[in-house]
């Protein structure tokens, strides 16, 4: 079955430690997206990558550091300068411009 | 700064009454806008739109947009428990001093169907 696999569903973290959110798809798309998801906020874009060896930072990139080696593959270093690390989030991936996201079901980070 | 504003934030209806949520936008350079269902994880793909005036529908629900008054709205008739989810809208636009494009998404509004 073709799909975007987040991993782990839940990551609990002390303050102070880097944490690596895991992102691969299986679809063959160029593009991947990083999302945060806060109660009330919506989705805010935190990197994404059109191709690979390439990326852009989003709306919140501060504090984040992604890395796009494989085109399978992105995932997300939330480092120990994100000052409010915990949150929802969510990869994505699409074949290219002006087509519809495909989501993972994310991984719901705690950070104490 | 580009946006999107979805209204209601949060809506309660019963089983059977119609609704209509709505979504304004302010972004450079509009290539689309889409309507996502978020259930409990990841949210499900709705509708894209592209083309102003065209309605695009999908059994109960409907979509439609208006590129020169920058909306669109996302209707549901004869609602069920099941269509209670928080409605995602996002837009795909250039974002200013980005390299391609991007999804913007909205804040959601948060649906809640009684029996």
């Known amino acids: 079955d073709g799909g975007i696999t987040q991993s782990p569903k839940y990551l609990f973290r002390k303050e102070g430690q880097n944490v690596t959110l895991s992102c691969e798809q299986n679809?063959?798309?160029?593009?991947m997206y990083w999302y945060r998801q806060d109660p009330g906020q919506g989705l805010r874009l935190i990197y994404y990558?059109?191709?690979?060896?390439?990326?852009q930072k989003g709306d919140i990139a501060e504090g984040y550091s992604v890395s796009r080696e494989k085109k399978e593959s992105f995932p997300l270093t939330v480092t120990s300068a994100q000052k409010n690390p915990t949150a929802f989030y969510l990869c994505a991936s699409s074949i290219g411009r002006n087509s519809p996201l495909h989501f993972g079901n994310g991984t719901r980070l705690t950070v104490t | 700064e580009d946006k999107v504003v979805q209204s209601p934030l949060s809506l309660v209806v019963h089983e059977g009454d119609t609704v209509t949520l709505n979504c304004s936008y302010e972004?450079?350079?509009?290539?689309?806008l889409l309507w996502y269902k978020q259930e409990k994880k990841a949210p499900t793909f709705l509708f894209m739109l592209?083309?102003?005036?065209i309605e695009k529908k999908s059994g109960r629900l409907s979509s439609i947009l208006d590129k020169k008054e920058l909306f669109s709205i996302l209707n549901i008739t004869a609602t069920q428990t099941g269509d209670s989810a928080v409605y995602l809208c996002a837009v795909e636009a250039y974002p200013k001093g980005q390299a391609g494009t991007a999804l913007i998404f909205g804040k959601g509004t948060t649906l809640s169907v009684s029996s």
């Open positions: 990558s059109q191709i690979v060896n390439d990326f």
């Open positions: 679809l063959n798309h160029d593009a």
């Open positions: 592209t083309s102003s005036g």
């Open positions: 972004v450079t350079n509009f290539r689309s």
